[in-house]
Structure formats: C-alpha cells, structure tokens
C-alpha cells in the first residue's frame, strides 16, 4: 500500500477519526445538528424562522381576514353542490399567517417523521458488507468500523431527516395557499388558507384578488371533503407511513465514501452529505417503496382529479379567470424546491403534470360515461376506491362497481327479501 493510502495501519489513527467524527456529528452538544434536545423544537423553530422570514412577517389584515370570511360562506355553499362532495357540518375556514399554517404543519406531518425515525432506528443493526479482497491489515480496520458505522447511521438518520423536515415545512410555509396544498389528510374541522399566498397568485396572474380567494376557498373546502373521508384518510395514511417505514439504513453507501477519508476537510465534506436530506432518503430508498408507489400514485392521481374537477366547475358558476388561476397554482404544485420536494420523497408523492394530467383523464372518464352518478360512488365505500388500474380505465371502475354506461346501476342478480322463493338443492 502507498504512504498515502487512510488503510495503511502506519497511516490510520483511528481515534483521532472517531474524534473528529464525533465532532462534526455533534456528539457533546454541539456540531452540524446543533446542539442536544427534543429535535422537533428546533425543528419547529427553524420551519417558522424560514417561513416568516426570521419573523418579519406581519400579522393577518383584519381586513384580509373579514373579506375572506365573507367569502367562506358562499365558497362553502358552492362546494356543497358537487357531486360526491359531502362536508361535514362546522368545518369552517381561517385566514393565517406563514407561521401559524407552518406550526401546525409541523404538528401535523410529525407522525410521518416520527414513523421513518421508528423504521430507521430499529433497523440500525446492519452491519457493513467488507469487500472478500481485503488484506487482514485492513479488514482488521474496516471490521471494527463496519459495526460502528451501521450504529452510528441509525442514530444520525432520524436526526438528520428531523432537521431537513424543519427547512422543508419552512420552505412549503414560504409558498403556502392553504391546508391541502400537499395530498394529506389533516385533523379536525378548521381549514385554513394564507391570504399572503394568494396575493402572489392574484400578482402572477393578473385576476382580481377576490376571484384568487373564492377558488382558493372552494379548493380547499373540496379537498378537505375527500381527505375527511374517514375510509380515504385511512387508505392515504396509511399508505404514507407505510413509505415512510420502508426506509432502511444503507451503511455501505457510508463506508464508501470513508475510504478516501485522510483529514478533517474531507469529514466535513462526508458530513454535508450526510446532513442532505434528499440524499439521505435516496440511499434508504428499498424494494418495498416500488410496491407502493404504484398504489400511492393512483390513489393520489384520483383525489386530485376529482378536487380539481369539482372546483372547476364551482368556480365555473362565479368567475371567468379560474383556467388560468387553476393553471398558476398546478405550476406552483409542479415546480416545487428541492426542500419541498424533501416530504414528497419521505411519503411517495410524486406530483407532477402526468399525475395531475392522469387524475384529470379519470375524472373526465367517469363524467363522459356515468354522469354525476359515478362522482357520487366515488368515495362512497372503501371497497369502490379505484385500483391502479381503473384508474387509466375508468370503464373498468365503472363495471366493477355496478355502474352502468348512462349512469344507472346495473346488476344482474337481484337480493331477495327472503329465501321463500329459492329452491332446495
């Protein structure tokens, strides 16, 4: 082996690597994830830091806040009209600011990040796969290691995802419009919208302000609908924890990078990548998550095709500018940071023109075939929920549900009200 080569045992001081790995690591209360303690207060604190813009946001205008109010009550009466959307009673709308929508964010998306945390944390144990051709010098090093790392990464990998959450509800605070700008379900009856989000699509698009806010309000108002469904919200988290859970530690992705290791400017360097989030959950990523995403993609296509369907043609009654305001807000969904893009990895969304394109294509199938009918089964019962495939197929759907072409159920064996008439075999 050369004089350079780190697996020279005459090159390698493995305590002083420790030491500086610990360092970096933030072993002793400091260090590249701050300093020790519940990681989601500091989580919390730099999400709203980000979204408020270290606190220089304003609070809500009154004024901005009664306007949309008043508003609220005719985008909910519009809302209630749609076929298959059913609201429940009491839901009612709050104008927020970036930092109350990203506090409650935080709250709310927790369970998806305190899941990956459980998966990744009970399945630290791997130990690293050691090349066959290593001479006993250094796998006498790379052994012992081997172990460490494995331990090390389990316990680094919540922390780290922890801390990119926090910038990533941040940066999604930032843009925000409302509750459901991301597919997920969320608790209770108060559904809240950003008037500071909507000034900027009324700005990028050139409608009147008013008209931004009506579409707004009856988007979400339509989306909270579906995501309340209690059979959907279930199918939806559970599909989402089941994502999150996939992920497994990858220690030989680690040891990798460790072989070219000699000083301090390269652990700093292995330490930064560490410290991506994206990164990190790209390394993790397993044979489970391709089983999932198909069932994720479909579900996800649905619900979008039939929130954004039904807000049309609310909207449709009310205004003449929303094509181009449903167009803003699908670019602002599309063209997303890599920061947001961060919690579209952890739970398997992936929202892009052919998933809101493929959404829209299912609606649109259901509308030409079965009319207002196969809209209101569409979230009837959790056996009518469509499967991959039926949703590039609506006739499929429609037939397995019992619905026929104009609308009608059709069925070819009727229930009778007793067995009297059936006969004995």
């Known amino acids: ?30 260090g590249l994830f701050g300093p020790q303690g519940d990681p989601w207060d500091q989580a919390t604190k730099v999400a709203v830091a980000i979204a408020s813009e270290s606190g220089a946001e304003p609070n809500v205008e009154p004024a ?40 409650d964010a935080v709250a709310a998306y927790k369970p998806f990040f305190d899941r990956f945390s459980e998966a990744v944390s009970e399945n630290g144990s791997t130990e690293l796969t050691l090349d066959d051709d290593l001479s006993p010098e250094e796998a006498a090093i790379l052994g012992p290691m081997s172990q460490m790392f494995g331990q090390m990464l389990s316990q680094l990998a ?73 059979h959907v919200a279930d199918r939806l988290e559970s599909l989402y924890l089941d994502f999150a859970s996939a992920f497994r530690p990858n220690p030989d992705a680690l040891m990798g990078d460790l072989g070219n290791i000699t000083d301090l400017a390269q652990i700093a360097e292995l330490s930064a990548k560490m410290a991506d989030g994206n990164a990190m959950l790209n390394s993790m990523r397993t044979k489970t998550h391709d089983l999932l995403v198909p069932q994720l993609d479909a579900l996800v296509a649905a619900v979008l095709g039939f929130v954004e369907n039904a807000t049309m043609a609310a909207c449709a009654k009310l205004m003449t500018g929303h094509p181009a305001i449903r167009d803003a807000l699908r670019a602002r969904r599309v063209n997303a940071s890599d920061p947001e893009n961060f919690m579209e990895k952890l739970l398997g969304l992936n929202i892009d023109d052919a998933t809101l394109e493929r959404g829209e294509s299912f609606i649109a199938g259901i509308i030409e075939r079965a009319g207002d009918a196969g809209l209101e089964r569409l979230w009837a019962d959790q056996l009518d929920l469509p499967t991959p495939a039926e949703v590039d197929a609506p006739g499929l759907w429609l037939a397995r549900i019992g619905i026929g072409e104009d609308g009608d159920a059709s069925s070819s064996f009727e229930i009778p009200d007793d067995l009297s008439g059936l006969d004995d075999h």
């Open 1 to 30: 082996m050369s004089g350079n080569d780190p697996l020279n045992p005459e090159n390698f001081d493995l305590q002083k690597l420790l030491a500086q790995l610990s360092q970096m690591f933030g072993a002793g209360g400091g």
């Open 158 to 230: 919540p922390t780290m995802v922890i801390t990119s959450a926090g910038a990533m509800l941040g940066h999604l605070g930032q843009r925000v419009i409302g509750s459901y700008d991301l597919p997920i379900p969320r608790p209770g009856k108060v559904v809240q919208v950003v008037p500071a989000g909507m000034k900027e699509v009324a700005e990028a698009t050139g409608a009147p302000l008013r008209e931004v806010q009506m579409f707004v309000l009856i988007h979400e108002l339509i989306a909270h609908s579906v995501l309340s469904v209690p």
């Open 64 to 103: 901005d806040r009664i306007a949309i109010e008043d508003l609220a009550r005719v985008a909910d009466m519009y809302a209630r009209q749609r076929p298959g959307v059913s609201l429940a009673d009491g839901v009612t709308i709050a104008a927020v600011s970036r930092r109350t929508w990203t506090t």
